[in-house]
């Protein structure tokens, strides 16, 4: 088993950064990767970015050149900085730990992006 416990959310204007963070523990060894995804009041959850095992990411179109994911292999942590900050973009972010039959979820930060 994997859990994941995000962090870093807030409140911040447009055109502003932030970073969140999801710190992993458990089976962390089992992992695939490491994913973020966000769902805005109303609307489904949508894929962000991803990292995976060997390191490799992938952004959605809308964050690309905009947000970053990285990890801390030290810290079983994976960021996500986020910059250039959009106010449609405010939603609750989520990790997701990608294992061989299923994925783990955190519980969501909370991103307001103000106009």
């Known amino acids: 088993q994997v859990q994941v416990l995000e962090s870093g959310g807030g409140l911040v204007q447009a055109g502003g950064s932030l970073r969140l963070s999801c710190a992993a523990s458990?089976?962390?060894?089992?992992?695939?990767?490491i994913a973020w995804y966000r769902q805005a009041p109303g609307k489904q959850r949508d894929f962000v970015a991803r990292?995976?095992?060997?390191?490799?990411?992938t952004y959605s179109d809308s964050v690309k050149g905009r947000f970053t994911i990285s990890r801390d292999n030290a810290k079983n942590t994976v960021y996500l900085q986020m910059n250039s900050l959009k106010p449609e973009e405010t939603a609750v972010y989520y990790c997701?730990?990608?294992?061989?039959?299923?994925?783990?979820w955190g519980q969501g930060t909370q991103v307001t992006v103000s106009s």
């Open positions: 997701a730990a990608h294992l061989v039959q299923s994925t783990t």
């Open positions: 458990g089976s962390i060894f089992s992992l695939n990767g």
């Open positions: 990292i995976s095992r060997s390191g490799t990411t």
